[in-house]
Nanobody
């Protein structure tokens, strides 16, 4: 599975952005596809994940109610709609895919395919 992330940019606090992650060269049907982020000087952290098979979604508490992860089967693409953005959302965002179970779906070690990062900058 190869992943291509896109959609980052500069946005004002309170604004919105939508990130896309397109999978190619492989079947994602049994996978979880997640978004992680890494802010300067901080460790990479889990943001959200979606189970490709049934669309079940899971979020970090810090983004719950503001971010929405979804998938488009026909386009083999996972989206991260980010609303009500805050300055603390500024980070490089990565999409990742892996075969895992629900209880481990928030853990970075569960994902072994990674896309390149896309920068999200929220100005206050």
């Amino acid at each position: 599975v190869q992943l291509q992330a896109s959609g980052g940019g500069l946005v004002q606090s309170g604004g919105s952005l939508r990130l896309s992650c397109t999978a190619s060269q492989g079947s994602a049907s049994s996978y979880f596809v997640a978004w992680f982020r890494q802010a300067p000087g901080k460790e990479r952290e889990f943001v959200a994940t979606i189970r490709w098979m049934n669309g079940a979604t899971y979020y970090a508490d810090s983004v719950k109610g503001r971010f929405t992860i979804s998938r488009d089967r026909a386009k083999s693409t996972v989206y991260l709609q980010m609303d009500s953005l805050k300055s603390e959302d500024t980070a490089v965002y990565y999409c990742a895919a892996g075969l895992t179970i629900v209880s481990a779906a928030r853990e970075e070690r569960s994902y072994y395919y990674w896309g390149q990062g896309t920068q999200v900058t929220v100005s206050s």
